[in-house]
């Protein structure tokens, strides 16, 4: 599976998890609008917001080895997003974030999809 098409799963299996379902329609052309700018504002209700066209490419994940210990670190990497996952035993975490936040020294070379 390319990256490309790992992020989409992963994306549609974080929105199912927030209790939210892909609805695919044909509706008349001349509804497209209101139907289209309904759906932005229900996206943006439940804090979803579209994507803008010129948004930066998705630069994967990395995943990390945090001791349960460290609650606050924890914390830091709950507040970017992070997400433990049970299977994997690490968190992941978008990659460019990784440097930023100073937790090169923590990745894993092992993960979901890394044998």
Not at 6 to 15: C, E, F, I, L, N
Not at 58 to 86: C, T
Request: with cysteine.
């Amino acid at each position: 599976m390319s990256d490309g098409a790992r992020w989409v799963q992963d994306h549609h299996d974080a929105q199912r998890e927030r209790g939210l379902q892909l609805v695919r329609v044909w509706v008349p052309k001349e509804d497209a609008r209101r139907i289209r700018d309904q759906a932005k504002a229900m996206r943006a209700e439940a804090g979803l917001p579209l994507p803008t066209d010129n948004a930066p490419p998705f630069p994967g994940w990395a995943y990390l080895r945090v001791e349960r210990e460290e609650q606050e670190l924890l914390a830091e990497l709950r507040r970017h997003g992070a997400r433990w996952l049970k299977d994997a035993k690490a968190w992941r975490l978008r990659a460019d974030l990784v440097d930023e936040l100073g937790l090169s020294g923590r990745v894993c070379d092992w993960g979901p999809g890394v044998r």
